[in-house]
């Protein structure tokens, strides 16, 4: 059983335009989220993250919302760029010393 | 920054053939991770290590093996590679604040 579902999994945007990412997972356990990002030729790197003791977390133009009773979370992207074309992973683990899942991943792409 | 380092990056090989992925990482971290990473797939987790002589089954772990040598060194084989083990594969490391860090991939072609 998927630990950590993502959507969608794929998503192209018009530069300036807000991207919505969602992810759903099942471990009542689970207290950390992060979020990754992934550039071609790159391996995934730490882009947000949020404890379960909080509802949002923004950093600039990215913001992580999480829903403890619905078991949700999403990453907002306000005034997308080209730059942000890349792979993004959600993921979810019960805090140190314990593993961490991923989601499949979403490939955005930011048209100019 | 955390490094973790992967060797060879590109790697073609027959099917059958033997092969060993290379990680360190220089970060005294506790957790080494093995992925695959395909299209479709998202990150799937092969094996892992907690320190130097543990290891872990990971969600695909038939057809591989591991093995954690020190703390630095974290190794996968592939004993009798097949076709459907060509992937991108990604060594990672974590310390006990739990981020993640990836080495840059080591793209495996099994022909």
């Known amino acids: 059983q998927q630990q950590v579902r993502q959507s969608p999994q794929s998503l192209t945007v018009w530069e300036g335009g807000t991207t919505v990412l969602t992810c759903s997972y099942e471990?009542?356990?689970?207290?950390?989220f992060p979020w990754y990002q992934q550039f071609p030729g790159e391996g995934p790197a730490l882009l947000i993250s949020?404890?379960?003791?909080?509802d949002k977390k923004e950093d600039g133009r990215f913001t992580t919302f999480f829903n403890k009773r619905e078991k949700k979370l999403s990453l907002h992207i306000i005034d997308s760029q080209p730059g942000d074309s890349a792979t993004y992973f959600c993921?979810?683990?019960?805090?140190?010393?314990?593993?961490?899942?991923f989601g499949d991943g979403t490939q955005l792409v930011v048209k100019p | 920054e955390a490094a973790v380092t992967q060797s060879p990056r590109n790697k073609v090989t027959v099917t059958g053939g033997n092969v060993t992925l290379s990680c360190r990482q220089t970060?005294?971290?506790?957790?080494m991770y093995w992925y695959r990473q395909d299209t479709g797939h998202g990150l799937r987790l092969i094996h892992y290590?907690?320190?130097?002589?543990?290891?872990q089954i990971g969600d695909v772990p038939d057809g591989y093996k591991a093995t954690r040598t020190t703390q630095e060194d974290f190794f996968l084989l592939l004993e009798l590679a097949s076709p459907s083990q060509t992937s991108l594969y990604f060594c990672?490391?974590?310390?006990?604040?739990?981020?993640?860090?990836f080495g840059k991939g080591t793209r495996l072609t099994v022909v």
């Open positions: 993921a979810a683990s019960a805090g140190s010393n314990n593993r961490i899942f």
């Open positions: 471990d009542s356990t689970f207290n950390y």
């Open positions: 949020i404890l379960s003791v909080s």
């Open positions: 970060n005294s971290h506790n957790y």
């Open positions: 290590s907690y320190g130097a002589g543990n290891l």
């Open positions: 990672a490391s974590a310390g006990g604040n739990t981020e993640v860090f």
